[in-house]
């Protein structure tokens, strides 16, 4: 039972915060990984945890026990660096077994532990190289195994596998997930790509300058985005998001006089933000009230068409299937109401629209945001 | 420099020179030709002269004498102290010019502002003193009636010392002068080096539980060991070379040969005594016993020391 509880977390470097007001409590036995742009403090949050910095306030518990002020080493943690940070002078074996040789760990013992979990990353035949000699995959793997041979409580990632080639990145993900299902070991993995995020996370927590903007399973951050950060940021083609206002009879008014449905819990002339993923536009003929668009560019995914579509005001990105025509002449676009995403146009948090009344139209009563 | 000159240089005259690379070559004639000049034509002619008698007169030509030089040198009790002293020059000077400024390099490492350049100037002043000018220093702070050294020690009530004129204990105090002069010099090299380490490496070592006297030994080291070994090699090749001004300038190799060490010698036979012929054959020896010594720390640096890359 290695549950991570972090409140009111805060690191300051030369007076900036790097880190701030973060409240983040990681369950055991959770993949959690933390996303976000470069330069937002993951790594900082993650060294933090691994006790590599020094918290400039507030509280770290790791299995119910505080550890603001223990070394890094009796935190229970093992990380695997971005750059592997292999000792280069150590064979692959004297590499993994540090760890149990600094811990006073008897030769015999050490080399049956050793020899275990090169076995299981597929390293037996390695065991004498130096680092060196090895290619990027092997060395993620010596890093991983490094990691694992002192049974941690926890395991801290940071960008393991931003050096590798697409392909090795692709299968290293599924091997961590399969590795963390047989090991069931709390484990905090930093990275700054979404796809691994989505694809990797119990849960994820995305971090903005310093702080946190949403922690939630995958979906809630890809369906619910808590903030015009988070939904700018997860899903490709990125959200196409819109300046707007709720006009006096408490319609939403995209730009260009564009009316959007939805009922929503705001006062007229608030400005917003609104959201829509490019998958969720339509084509439709060109209407007479409201912005009339052209395609600009087409990008052929093979999967499927980014149709870029442009009006006097607007610039936004359509998701179309393979299959569909763009159009050669002017069109327009609509969205349902319950594919869109609003946000307050000065705090930048989530609007939830207001339930359907009775007598709209059946599929706007269909409780997709709740 | 001929690694950064070299591929260019193949490049762009290969045009107007086909075929036969000369520009290469022209680029490295200078160096080739100072070297020459300067090192190995008097190499070769050392070693002429070590076969032959010759008092340095211009009027007068060397006389070939076969091997007797050797012969005479090898048995001669003055040669045999000599390079006895070589010896204790270098193994006193290994403490001082190799691990003091390790320990001090790695006990450092963390400081930070105006102690850290407190501590930089403190070490760097011997540096910059010009030889002479330290020799002349420590002979009035080491001398026996009116040293500051021997007026401390005399203040606390113990005799005071002949630092010059004991012949058990001059050659230390030769040794302390050079190796004074030496720590600056080999203390900046291993902070570099020290602060060259990848601090990943270390922070994994500290993931992995070491502490820091661990981390020391089994990562800081290893990692310096390529400029360890690189001071040890200068110390025992140039060490006892380093020292004669001192010699020259303050004990004149005494008393009593004392404080000879072979470079003293030989320069004594040359330009003292000009015996150019025994001069020579001393350089001749020395050169021979050295040059083995640096192969010898070649394959050693091959073997022993870890270069990261
Ligand atoms: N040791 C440090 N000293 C000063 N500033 C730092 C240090 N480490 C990180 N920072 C700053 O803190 C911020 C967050 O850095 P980091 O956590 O490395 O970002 P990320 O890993 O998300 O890319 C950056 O602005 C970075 O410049
Ligand atoms: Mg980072």
């Given amino acids: 039972m290695t549950e991570i ?116 990353l597929e390293l037996d035949h390695l065991l004498d190289r130096k680092p060196g000699q090895l290619s990027g995959g092997q ?50 993995f930093v990275t700054h790509d979404q796809l691994e995020a989505m694809t990797m996370a119990d ?36 959200m196409n998001l819109v300046p707007g206002r709720i006009v006096s009879d408490g319609t939403l008014v995209a730009d260009g006089g564009w009316r959007l449905g939805g009922r929503w819990p705001l006062n007229p002339h608030t400005p917003v933000t609104v959201g829509m993923r490019p998958g969720a536009l339509r084509l439709t003929a060109a209407p007479a009230d409201g912005p009339v668009f052209r395609a600009d560019l087409c990008e052929d995914l093979g999967s499927e068409l980014h149709l870029h579509a442009t009006s006097a005001e607007l610039d936004l990105v359509v998701a179309l299937p393979v299959d569909a025509r763009p159009p050669s002449g002017p069109f327009g676009l609509t969205v349902e109401p319950e594919d869109l995403h609003l946000f307050h146009g000065e705090t930048g948090q989530r609007v939830d629209p207001l339930p359907a009344l009775q007598g709209d139209t059946a599929w706007q009563m269909q409780p997709s945001f709740t | 420099m001929t690694d950064a000159v070299a591929p260019s240089a193949i490049r762009a005259p290969a045009r107007l020179l086909p075929r036969v690379q000369v520009a290469p070559w022209l680029y490295l004639l200078p160096t080739l ?66 691990v003091i400024p390790l320990a001090v390099a ?49 203040g606390l009530g113990f005799p005071t010392v002949k630092f010059f004129q004991n012949p058990d204990i001059a050659l230390w105090t030769m040794v302390w002068i050079t190796g004074w002069k030496l720590m600056g010099f080999s203390t900046l090299l291993l902070s570099a080096a020290n602060g060259t380490i990848d601090p990943g490496y270390l922070e994994a070592a500290r993931m992995d539980g070491a502490n820091r006297w661990q981390i020391t030994r089994d990562i800081r080291l290893p990692l310096l060991s390529p400029t360890i070994l690189l001071l040890v090699m200068m110390t025992v090749l140039f060490g006892a070379q380093w020292s004669f001004v001192y010699i020259n300038a303050i004990t004149d190799g005494g008393p009593m040969g004392a404080t000879t060490n ?40 091959r073997k022993v020391a870890f270069h990261d890359n």
């Fill in chain 1, 203 to 238: 849960r994820m927590v995305l971090m903005n300058k310093g702080r946190i903007e949403q922690v939630g399973t995958p979906q809630d951050l890809f369906r619910r985005p808590a903030s015009v950060f988070v939904a700018g940021f997860i899903g490709t083609p990125a």
């Fill in chain 2, 262 to 301: 072979i470079f003293f010698l030989m320069w004594k036979y040359g330009f003292q005594t000009f015996s150019a012929g025994w001069s020579a054959t001393a350089g001749i020896m020395t050169f021979v016993t050295f040059g083995l010594l640096a192969l010898l720390f070649l394959g050693l640096s």
């Fill in chain 2, 33 to 98: 030709a100072v070297l020459f000049v300067w090192i190995y034509l008097p190499l070769f002619q050392s070693f002429q002269l070590s076969f032959t008698q010759w008092n340095m007169l211009p009027t007068k030509t060397p006389k070939p004498v076969g091997w007797a030089n050797y012969r005479n040198l090898l048995a001669l009790p003055e040669l045999r102290q000599a390079a006895l002293n070589t010896v204790w020059y270098v193994v006193g000077l290994l403490p001082l010019s190799v």
């Fill in chain 2, 106 to 154: 790695i006990l450092t490492q963390d400081l930070t502002g105006r102690l850290r350049n407190l501590y930089r100037a403190l070490i760097f002043i011997p540096m910059i003193v010009p030889p002479i000018v330290a020799a002349v220093l420590w002979r009035w702070l080491l001398n026996e009636d009116y040293g500051l050294v021997n007026h401390i020690i005399a």
């Fill in chain 1, 5 to 120: 509880a972090i409140s009111q977390l805060r690191k300051e470097f030369a007076g900036t915060a790097a880190v701030e007001a973060v409240d983040l409590s990681i369950r055991s036995g959770e993949f959690l990984v933390i996303l976000g742009p470069s330069g937002c403090g993951k790594s900082t949050l993650l060294r933090l945890i691994a006790g590599l910095e020094d918290a400039t306030g507030g509280r770290i518990q790791i299995g119910g026990t505080v550890v603001n002020d223990l070394e890094p080493g009796r935190r229970g943690c093992a990380m695997v660096f971005q750059n592997y940070s292999l000792y280069p002078h150590m064979s692959v074996a004297a590499n993994i077994g540090y760890a149990l040789k600094v811990a006073g760990v008897r030769r015999a013992e050490r080399q049956g532990r050793v020899e275990d979990v090169a076995r299981l």
């Fill in chain 1, 139 to 188: 060395r993620q793997r010596v890093a991983m195994g490094r990691a694992m041979v002192r049974n941690p409580q926890v395991f801290l990632f940071d960008e393991p596998l931003s050096n590798l080639d697409a392909k090795l990145r692709a299968s290293m993900r599924v091997e961590i997930k399969r590795l963390h299902r047989r090991l069931g070991t709390t484990s905090v």
